[in-house]
Structures are given as C-alpha cells and as structure tokens.
C-alpha cells in the first residue's frame, strides 16, 4: 500500500485536479492506494483571514471573502467537466459546506481556538470532494473521507500530535473495508478528531503529517509526499538558486531540515515513518519521471 498526498498547488485548479488524478489511476493500477490532499492553493490562509473577519466582526467584508472562496471552488469544479449529474451533485456538496461554514462563523460566540480549526479545516473538506469527482470521472472509483473519523490526535487546537493507537483502530474501520472494494479513499489532510470528537489542525503544512501517520497505521510501504519542487532542498529553490538538491536522507537528518525551517517538510511528519522504517519519498507532481528525494533509514542501520 502507498499514500500519497498532494499539495496546494498540485490542486490549485480543476484542469491540475485533472492531471493529479490521472498519476492517482497510474498508480492505482499497480497498487493498494490512499490519498490524501491539502485545501486548493491559497485558500487555508484565505478561510484564516475569514475566520478573522468574524473574529472582529466584519462581517461585511467576511461575507464577500466566502462570496469569493465559493467562487474558486465552483470555478474548479467548471473545469473538471463533469456529466450533468455528477457536476450537480457535486455542485450540492459544495454548496452544503459553503451554508455550514457560513452558519458556524455567523452563530459563533467566543471565536475560539477550537473555533478557528474547525474553520479552517473546510479547504481540505472542499477539495477532498473535488479530487474525488475528478477521479471517478476518469473510472477511478474514489470517495471523500472527512478525517475526523480517521485520525485521532490531542486537543492542542492550532498543533496537535496524533494519538497512533487510537488512530490505528479508527482507520482501520473507516478505510480497509473501502480498499477491499477497491474504492481510492481521498482524506483530507492537515486536520484529525479528539478523543471527543472535536475538529483540531496538526499545524501548518500538516495534510504531510496526516499521510505519514496514515502510512504508519496501515502498515503502508511507502508515501510519497507530491509537491511542486523535485524534492528536498538545503533552502527554498525558488528563491535561491544555490539551493542543494537531495536525492537521498536519512530520517534525521529530514527531520533536522524540517526544525531548521525547510518549509518543504512538517517538523512532525517524520517521526511516524521512522518508527516502522516506511520509506517517504518527495516526489514533482509536474514532473513525475523524476526520481525526487528518497528519506529512509539508510543501508546500513
Ligand atoms: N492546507 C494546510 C496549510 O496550508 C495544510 C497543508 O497545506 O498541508 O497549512
Ligand atoms: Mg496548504
């Protein structure tokens, strides 16, 4: 079994839901798959600056934000070119979680922490059903999992940590049973439940973090983490040219880069993989010939 999880920009548009979801069926063909995605490009920060807007009471400009983030999914949705039905159905989903975000932050008393990540976990929500459509339009059967019946973390709202025993029953019983049936399972990244069922996000950059725990739960071979970079950098390559290339590291050292910044990796992501030896590889959704970064344990230990 592999996870894969794609980024941001990977699905920052409909025509690149497309593209990603023909990798999925290559892959899908091979082997035991589970996705899982981020929100689209930019609109975590977006439903940030939303929750914000409430927080203070703006709820005029906050209004034209959601005004605004409906219209980038119903765009993407546009470019899948779905058959009627599906697009409509689809359209439906879109539409029902655009009315429960817009009556939670309207009913909201104290915009609490606990408030923000459940409102911040709507761009992954949104595109898991996204991908989902843009698969089974190309014959991949595939079905949105909302992560909260999947991962189980601790109750630091904004950073929590996944709790792996508690993770391990629930996956078990909301994914396996789908992999029998050959159905793709698309998670949604970067948020979990707590033990009593409240939303909590694992931190920026998290939806990696949520592949890596789900590759450690379900004993998956490997996960492959699909950004927009060929792999790991010593620094940003798109600002600086000098940046080193990795093609190989070693568990520690990854997560070294990731505590030193390296926006590439979540400072979490590699300690589940480490633990069972489960390669991870930072692969270019762009340029998926490419071999990327492999992070491993190394030959000799
Ligand atoms: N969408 C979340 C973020 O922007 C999680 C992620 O991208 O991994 O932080
Ligand atoms: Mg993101």
């Given at each position: ?27 899908s ?8 995605v ?6 975590t ?23 605004i ?17 599906d ?6 989903s ?8 817009s009556i939670?932050?309207?009913l909201c008393?104290?915009?609490?922490l ?22 089974n ?15 189980v973390?601790n109750?630091m709202?904004?950073?929590a940590?996944?709790?792996l ?10 994914l396996?049973?789908l992999?029998?049936?050959h159905?793709v ?60 290339f ?19 990796l979540?400072s979490?992501?590699?300690?589940p ?19 990327g ?8 230990q």
């Amino acid at each position: 079994m592999k996870i894969m999880k794609f980024g941001g920009s990977s699905l920052g548009t409909g025509k690149r839901m497309l593209h990603v979801a023909e990798i999925i069926k290559k892959f899908s063909n091979k082997s035991e798959v589970v996705i899982v995605v981020s929100a689209m490009n930019g609109v975590t920060d977006k439903l940030i600056s939303l929750f914000q807007k409430c927080k203070s009471r703006d709820f005029s400009t906050a209004f034209e934000e959601i005004r605004i983030l409906h219209g980038i999914h119903n765009s993407a949705l546009r470019d899948l070119g779905l058959r009627k039905n599906d697009y409509v159905h689809i359209k439906k989903s879109l539409y029902h979680l655009f009315g429960d975000l817009s009556i939670y932050l309207f009913l909201c008393k104290d915009y609490s922490l606990s408030d923000y990540d459940y409102v911040i976990s709507f761009g992954e929500k949104l595109c898991s059903h996204l991908l989902s459509a843009a698969l089974n339009k190309i014959d991949v059967i595939a079905k949105p999992i909302d992560a909260s019946s999947v991962i189980v973390a601790n109750n630091m709202f904004g950073n929590a940590r996944a709790l792996l025993a508690d993770t391990k029953i629930k996956a078990k019983k909301s994914l396996l049973p789908l992999l029998l049936k050959h159905i793709v399972p698309v998670v949604t990244g970067f948020y979990a439940a707590t033990k009593e069922g409240k939303i909590v996000t694992l931190g920026r950059g998290g939806s990696d973090y949520s592949a890596t725990i789900l590759s450690n739960v379900l004993d998956a071979k490997e996960v492959i983490l699909w950004k927009e970079v060929d792999g790991v950098f010593s620094t940003d390559p798109k600002k600086d040219d000098q940046a080193k290339f990795y093609s190989e590291l070693l568990y520690s050292e990854a997560l070294a880069l990731a505590e030193r910044g390296a926006k590439v990796l979540h400072s979490e992501a590699m300690k589940p993989v480490k633990s069972k030896g489960i390669i991870v590889w930072v692969k270019n959704i762009f340029k998926p010939d490419l071999i990327g970064t492999k992070i491993w344990k190394g030959v000799s230990q």
